[in-house]
T-cell receptor
Framework: DAGVIQSPRHEVTEMGQEVTLRCKPI?????LFWYRQTMMRGLELLIY????????DSGMPEDRFSAKMPNASFSTLKIQPSEPRDSAVYFC??????????????FGEGSRLTVL | SQKIEQNSEALNIQEGKTATLTCNYT??????LQWYRQDPGRGPVFLLL?????KEKRKERLKVTFDTTLKQSLFHITASQPADSATYLC??????????FGSGTRLLVRP
């Protein structure tokens, strides 16, 4: 298996533009997580899905952020409009379980977003 | 909510020595705790999981302990090598079954 695949790896955009980050989880994993990593705040959980259904989006910072999972093999995280404070590395991770018990998380390589 | 504390200062040790990293948490004791390794520009990679009823877990040169009384986990790398240089993240579940991460401790092993 190729692991969790994220795109783009790097994105530079201007304030006010729409940004869409993409993720393909590992086949057969029922859980998908979006995290954001910054120097100041570390790794923060934004939202997670179970069987394509959003379960907890309490970490989504504002209404400017939205996430979808139209099928088991694809998820998007969208920021509209983007702001400089959204600059971070965004990670997608999948797990055959909730991330608890014996469920380790498998992370992608991340999408580094820079908003000018 | 749960809070995780890891030493923000880098740990700098000589090759061959044992590296010991600390993870402290507040509030309730989690059912399990996980450790991840993260290299620059890469995503975190799972290393070990330890449950609340386990005192110690080993995997090759890695050892993790879990003390629910002290609310602390220790992560040891024995016979450390320069290739072990990375940031190590502690993670545990919060009350709503989400996995939350500490800020990580950077380890530098000098040859």
């Amino acid at each position: 298996d190729a692991g969790v695949i994220q795109s783009p790896r790097h994105e530079v955009t201007e304030m006010g533009q729409e940004v869409t980050l993409r993720c393909k989880p590992i086949s057969g994993h029922d859980y998908l997580f979006w995290y954001r990593q910054t120097m100041m705040r570390g790794l923060e959980l934004l939202i997670y899905f179970n069987n394509n259904v959003p379960i907890d989006d309490s970490g989504m910072p504002e209404d400017r952020f939205s996430a979808k999972m139209p099928n088991a093999s694809f998820s998007t995280l969208k920021i509209q409009p983007s702001e400089p404070r959204d600059s971070a590395v965004y990670f997608c991770a999948s797990s055959p379980q909730r991330g608890g018990g014996t469920g380790e998380l498998f992370f992608g390589e991340g999408s580094r977003l820079t908003v000018l | 909510s749960q809070k995780i504390e890891q030493n923000s200062e880098a740990l700098n040790i000589q090759e061959g020595k044992t590296a010991t990293l600390t993870c402290n948490y507040t509030n309730y004791s989690p059912a399990y705790l996980q450790w991840y390794r993260q290299d620059p520009g890469r995503g975190p990679v799972f290393l070990l999981l330890i449950r609340e009823n386990e005192k110690e877990k080993r995997k090759e040169r890695l050892k993790v302990t879990f003390d629910t009384t002290l609310k602390q986990s220790l992560f040891h790398i024995t016979a450390s090598q320069p290739a072990d240089s990375a940031t190590y993240l502690c993670a545990l579940d919060d009350s709503s079954y989400k996995l939350i991460f500490g800020s990580g401790t950077r380890l530098l092993v000098r040859p």
